[in-house]
């Protein structure tokens, strides 16, 4: 079965900090990842998403950067983290190539509180 | 990307029916409806997909019209647990799924 893991659970940085969150799937291959963001009583927002090594897209501009160094590895990094980056983190990861009825499996999450 | 549209939050009373409708006026031929759960600190989990008429599963059903423009989330006689966020997702299997604001579901005893 799949599983998909994050880490760290919980993190507190102080503002211009650099960050890095990272997320492993297991029981797959070439999946699809993605990174979304959820501030405090808000919706998802979709960060960054992946459908293989190296390949990247961003849809929100920020000072927040994505990578994919190996098929099952989605890292978040930033160079100097921002208040505004404080929030929920979540990776999640998709069945690659789905043509219909792409379901999105979610790991556990990431509190980033930027003092 | 179809946009969805759902109400912000509802209230139910322990034991009755909750029904949760999603507005998708612009979904594709290929998009598909898909209906997840959040709990508080925690990612969402899928609740259950459809294209259309009705689909029904252990924990929901999904009712969708021939339209295809609206779609309700039928949950049957709720519990406290099901306290949750409803997100409603109309996505293509793209590589890019958009999630909404959801419906935050209070379940009161």
């Known amino acids: 079965s799949q599983t998909i893991h994050q880490w760290p659970a919980t993190l507190v940085q102080p503002v211009g900090s650099p960050l890095s969150l990272e997320c492993t799937v297991e029981?797959?291959?070439?999946?699809?990842l993605y990174w979304y963001r959820q501030a405090a009583g808000r919706g998802l927002q979709l960060l960054f998403y992946?459908?293989?090594?190296?390949?990247i897209s961003s849809e929100v501009p920020q000072n927040l950067s994505a990578s994919r160094p190996q098929d099952r590895q989605f890292i978040l990094s930033s160079k100097k983290l921002l208040l505004s980056d404080s929030g929920f983190y979540l990776c999640?990861?998709?069945?690659?190539?789905?043509?219909?009825?792409?379901?999105?499996?979610f790991g556990e999450g990431s509190w980033l509180t930027v003092v | 990307l179809a946009k969805t549209t759902q109400p912000i939050s509802m209230d139910s009373y322990e034991g009755q029916e909750v029904n949760i409708t999603c507005s998708h006026n612009?979904?594709?031929?290929?998009?598909?409806i898909t209906w997840y759960q959040q709990f508080p600190s925690q990612g969402p989990r899928f609740i259950i997909q459809?294209?259309?008429t009705k689909v029904t599963n252990e924990v929901a059903s999904l009712f969708i019209p021939a339209d295809r423009k609206s779609s309700t989330l039928s949950l049957p006689r709720v519990s406290l647990s099901d306290t949750a966020v409803y997100y409603c997702?109309?996505?293509?299997?793209?590589?890019?799924?958009?999630f909404g604001t959801g419906t935050r579901l209070t379940v009161i005893p």
């Open positions: 999640a990861w998709s069945v690659p190539g789905a043509l219909s009825g792409n379901t999105i499996y």
């Open positions: 029981g797959t291959s070439n999946p699809n």
């Open positions: 992946s459908i293989g090594i190296g390949q």
């Open positions: 612009n979904i594709a031929t290929n998009d598909y």
């Open positions: 459809g294209y259309k």
């Open positions: 997702l109309v996505e293509t299997g793209a590589n890019n799924l958009f």
